[in-house]
């Protein structure tokens, strides 16, 4: 299984995925990122050797027998895989960095989705407060009512208490 196989198996939507820590997700992230880059590292450069002898020219990574060499300092491709690997490395590294932009983008969405509850929970704190001092109030009228208006405080009391369940237990 390939590293970047991995990856996307970890990163799919998943309940285990979920449990880890964001500082967990981050360092593995920036581990995975670091392997891709060291895998996709050139090899080091090859000395090639041209020789010449009997009007012949050959190419070695050995000195020319009698001395008589031209040296030349880039790498040689010995075969088509060797490019299709290179191909291969950089799709990798491509996907691995829209991956990257994908775990970034849903990590910005959920700490949007984390504001928005917060903000939603302050409101509601606050709504509470306001029912809860108005309930006060309307326990403050009932005390103070004559006997002509004690019907219609105990309507509002019990009305404010009813809302007070409703919104805030």
């Given at each position: 299984m390939t590293l970047l196989t991995r990856f996307v198996r970890w990163r799919a939507p998943c309940a285990?995925?979920?449990?880890?820590s964001p500082t967990t997700r981050q360092l593995l992230a920036a581990a995975l990122v670091t392997a891709a880059f060291t895998s996709a590292s050139s090899l080091?450069?090859?000395?090639?050797?041209?020789?010449v002898?009997?009007?012949?020219?050959?190419?070695?990574?050995?000195?020319?027998?009698?001395?008589?060499?031209?040296?030349?300092d880039?790498?040689?491709?010995?075969?088509?895989?060797?490019?299709?690997t290179?191909?291969?490395?950089?799709?990798?590294?491509?996907?691995?960095?829209?991956?990257?932009?994908?775990?970034?983008?849903?990590?910005?969405?959920?700490?949007?989705i984390r504001?928005?509850?917060?903000?939603?929970?302050a409101a509601r704190d606050k709504k509470c407060r306001t029912l809860a001092m108005q309930l006060k109030w309307r326990e403050e009228d009932l005390r103070d009512a004559s006997l002509?208006?004690?019907a219609h405080a105990r309507k509002r009391l019990r009305r404010t208490e009813e809302r007070y369940?409703?919104?805030c237990r």
């Open positions: 285990h995925a979920r449990t880890l080091p450069a090859l000395a090639i050797q041209r020789c002898a009997a009007g012949k020219t050959s190419y070695s990574d050995r000195p020319c027998p009698d001395g008589s060499t031209l040296r030349i880039e790498p040689a491709r010995t075969s088509p895989a060797a490019a299709g290179d191909a291969n490395q950089q799709r990798q590294a491509a996907e691995l960095a829209r991956l990257q932009q994908l775990r970034e983008l849903r990590e910005r969405q959920d700490q949007r504001d928005l509850a917060s903000r939603g929970a002509k208006q004690e369940r409703d919104e």
